[in-house]
């Protein structure tokens, strides 16, 4: 069941035949993909498709062999810096934080890329100076209140649980008001309850007007939040669409269970015996075969 039901608008993120190739290794493949206002887009694929590239090149990490990539119709720069003024931003899938600044400092470092105080200013910390600083502060407890942070201000970023780093570098990425966020593997890590707060987290976000991209291997996690899902395969997209469409197409599952029964990731296990329903009996049951063979 898909939780969106948010009406999707203009495309705000078109990204074009993206390409990238390092030395001999294809990681991309002429992937193209359109991101909506008011949407929210799952990004999957087994390990090495290209997910988190594809993700550098969107942010200006990585300079796309070929290709383009528009945030509201412009071109962006290969500079991460001007790709978060422009106003997309973004998560990492292993956390990147400041580990010895507050919670608070840390949100505040995302604002600060938003903030235009002139040098004159910042120089002599005058009146102009000392209310964009307590703006930012007060914007920066507001988005810690929102992502479920509450009293934890002052304290370290490094002596937070694993669960509220998650939370804290979402804050960040908000704090420089971005039209499209994303997100990779956001729950990775994390119990039960804790992902189920991140998908109402960023249904939330979402409500805000952000457009938002999450790449996660908790398939059950993706389709019950997003409204497009797109799957990549060794550098290609290789399916995309409405939830109910994407989990129902046989290379999906062949794609993700065309392995090792080792290397398939349990909660694709999951989600398989979830589905596992009359029309897709006979695409699920080699697989059934493939995770009984291993287990013997
Ligand atoms: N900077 C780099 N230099 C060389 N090869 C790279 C670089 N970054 C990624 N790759 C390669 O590109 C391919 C895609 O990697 P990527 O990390 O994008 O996959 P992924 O889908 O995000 O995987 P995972 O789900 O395991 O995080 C892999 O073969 C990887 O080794």
């Known amino acids: ?20 190739i390092f030395g001999g290794l294809t990681a991309l493949n002429q992937v193209s993909l359109t991101l909506h206002e008011g949407q929210i887009l799952g990004l999957i694929g087994p390990n090495g498709a290209g997910k988190t590239t594809f993700f550098n090149c969107l942010t200006g990490l990585y300079t796309p062999t070929k ?9 962006l720069p290969n500079d991460p810096a001007k790709v978060t003024v422009a106003g997309m931003a973004r998560t990492f899938q292993n956390i990147r934080l400041f580990p010895s600044m507050s919670a608070l400092e840390n949100v505040m470092v995302g604002r600060h890329a938003r903030m235009k105080q002139g040098p004159i200013a910042s120089l002599f910390h005058g009146p102009s100076f000392k209310a964009g600083e307590k703006a930012a502060r007060d914007r920066s407890r507001e988005l810690l209140r929102f992502v479920g942070l509450s009293n934890v201000d002052d304290e370290l970023a490094r002596n937070l649980p694993y669960g509220d780093q998650r939370r804290l570098e979402i804050a960040r990425a908000l704090a420089t008001d971005p039209a499209v966020l994303l997100l990779d593997e956001p729950t990775a890590g994390m119990n039960p309850q804790e992902t189920e707060a991140t998908r109402q987290l960023i249904l939330s976000i979402r409500d805000q007007g952000i457009a938002v991209v999450v790449i996660e291997h908790d398939i059950k996690f ?21 939830p109910e469409v994407v989990r129902a197409d046989p290379r999906v599952i062949e794609a993700y269970l065309g392995k090792p029964p080792e290397e398939v990731h349990a909660d694709v296990l999951a989600y398989v015996e979830e589905v596992g329903h009359t029309e897709q009996t006979a695409v699920m049951k080699p697989v059934t075969d493939q995770r009984e063979g291993g287990q013997a």
Do not use: N, W, Y
């Open 67 to 75: 290709g383009t990539v528009r945030l509201s119709g412009k071109t």
């Open 222 to 242: 993706i389709f019950s939040l997003c409204d497009h899902v797109s799957v990549l395969v060794q550098g290609e997209l290789l399916v995309e669409g409405a």
């Open 1 to 20: 069941m898909s939780a969106a039901t948010q009406t999707t608008g203009k495309p705000v993120l078109v990204a074009d035949d993206v390409t990238m």
